[in-house]
């Protein structure tokens, strides 16, 4: 069992920046896919941006790219989630999220979950 933990959520304007964490607890795995996704209101829940921890691989979707950067501290099991210029269409609840093994950009594929931190963009 993984625990996730989350913090790093708020109010910003349009173009600012904020970052995200999430800390890891628990048993540890060789080769975790560890991910962020965010929620809109009425939409479904997407991927973010994802990495595998063991080699540092890195994924981001297309709305996000140039814009967002995911990285890790390995010696505080924490994933990282910076995110700059801000967009009103950001605004989700983004929640960190992991599996073992490969990547996948599916929701549905992910077994551990954190509980979730507000992200508010203003115009």
């Known amino acids: 069992q993984v625990q996730l933990v989350e913090s790093g959520g708020g109010l910003v304007q349009a173009g600012g920046s904020l970052r995200l964490s999430c800390a890891a607890s628990?048993?540890?795995?060789?080769?975790?896919?560890m991910a962020w996704f965010r929620q809109a209101p009425g939409k479904e829940r997407e991927i973010v941006a994802a990495?595998?921890?063991?080699?540092?691989?890195?994924y981001y979707t297309d709305s996000v790219k140039g814009r967002f950067t995911i990285s890790r501290d390995n010696a505080k099991n924490t994933v990282y989630l910076q995110m700059n210029s801000l967009k009103p269409e950001d605004t989700a609840v983004y929640y960190c999220?992991?599996?073992?093994?490969?990547?996948?950009?599916?929701?549905?594929?992910?077994?551990?979950w954190g509980q979730g931190t507000q992200v508010t963009v203003s115009s």
């Open positions: 990495m595998i921890w063991s080699a540092g691989t890195t």
């Open positions: 628990g048993r540890t795995f060789s080769s975790p896919t």
């Open positions: 999220a992991a599996r073992l093994g490969y990547y996948y950009s599916d929701y549905r594929r992910y077994d551990y």
